[in-house]
């Protein structure tokens, strides 16, 4: 192994000029490919939201009043990602969520009670299953 440089071992076969000059101008080609794919994503995305700027023009030309269609567009964005949770479940997580839905019952459908259903995990809800057994063994006696 060569002489350490800075405290860092060189390696046993050092690089030619050739081999280093060629492994920077891959990368120096490689970095330019990505910023033109970049003002190329940009001005897409420029377009995109011009589009979105003109929809909403014309809303507000047929008297749609633009902070209350915002509200809308993002509850329904909202209302689309809250579906996608429950979507993204596997069979059997689907019906344990369901249970824990239905004992949390109206708390469900508000920001805590969505928040403590995606906290919600397996040891909880044997928890809550068995403190239900529990219960109703109680009730029955």
Known sequence: MAEPLNGT????QLPTSEEVQAAVSKIEVCQDE???E???YMQKCRQIR??????YDLAKQRGILRKQLRALLKERD???KLHAVRADLEADEVEHFDFLKQKLGDLAETPLGQAALKRADTG???ALMTDDLI???SVKH
């Open 78 to 80: 909202l209302e689309r």
């Open 9 to 12: 071992p060189l390696p046993a």
């Open 135 to 137: 219960r109703d063994d």
């Open 34 to 36: 990505l910023l033109s």
């Open 50 to 55: 011009e589009g979105i700027a003109a929809a």
């Open 124 to 126: 909880a809800l044997d």
């Open 38 to 40: 970049r003002g190329a």
